[in-house]
């Protein structure tokens, strides 16, 4: 299974303070996605990435998201103004093809105080 | 949006003994997954089903996509200590660039030695 790195693995910031969050590319995974889990619950889908532009995002996806992969570099999720209720697992994911298996990252932590 | 309803919610069993899950739903999906995950961690993927009435193994798991599309089974087999985790089903309509992910809400397994 190939490995999906993500940088941090905990993020402790002040709501309304911006926020990145970095996942570490695999040269022949083409597809990116963000995916995020509150506490105790359900793993929830935010946002899938392909070609440097998004293909479908959900309703929690909202205006202080952006996602990006700047020159083929780190993929990013920048939250820009925290709120509370962002304090949660996120989570990386990547497939080869748009049709094959999901792999996901460790996560990284957020929390929002 | 598509809800996927998994049952049991959580179990506590034996050593050794048979477990089985299954979730179902009021749509159609194309490909079911069901992953692991470990506390603090990301989820792993254990089984991919791609067709309609396809059965597969890995090691001591059996997953099973329903005739109907609407519905996956998994069971672990002689269960050992490091089955502990949450075990969640994903249910999604792949194709093109996308590949967004429906998670159940996880069944809870925990295995006394």
């Known amino acids: 299974e190939p490995e999906v790195t993500q940088t941090p693995s905990h993020q402790v910031t002040q709501m309304g303070q911006e926020v990145i969050l970095r996942c570490v590319p695999i040269?022949?995974?083409?597809?990116f996605y963000w995916y995020r889990q509150i506490l105790g619950q359900k793993v929830e889908f935010l946002v899938s990435f392909y070609n440097n532009e998004i293909s479908e995002k959900s309703e929690i996806f909202d205006d202080q998201f952006s996602v990006e992969r700047p020159d083929g570099s780190n993929f990013t999720l920048k939250i820009r103004s925290t709120k509370l209720e962002d304090s949660a697992m996120y989570f990386c994911a990547r497939s080869r093809t748009g049709n094959e298996k999901l792999f996901f990252g460790s996560g990284t932590q957020l929390s929002v105080l | 949006g598509q809800q996927l309803n998994q049952s049991p919610q959580s179990m506590f069993i034996q050593e050794g003994e048979d477990v089985s899950m299954n979730c179902t739903s009021s749509s159609i999906f194309n490909t079911w997954l069901w992953y692991k995950q470990d506390p603090g961690e990301g989820p792993v993927l254990l089984i991919a089903?791609?067709?309609?009435?396809e059965l597969t193994s890995n090691g001591r798991l059996t997953a099973q996509f329903g005739i109907t599309r609407k519905d996956s089974f998994l069971n672990i087999s002689a269960s050992i200590p490091s089955d502990v985790g949450i075990y969640f089903c994903a249910g999604a309509n792949s194709g093109g660039s996308n590949y967004k992910l429906t998670f159940g809400k996880g069944t809870l397994l925990t295995v006394n030695p």
């Open positions: 089903l791609y067709k309609a009435g």
């Open positions: 040269s022949n995974h083409l597809y």
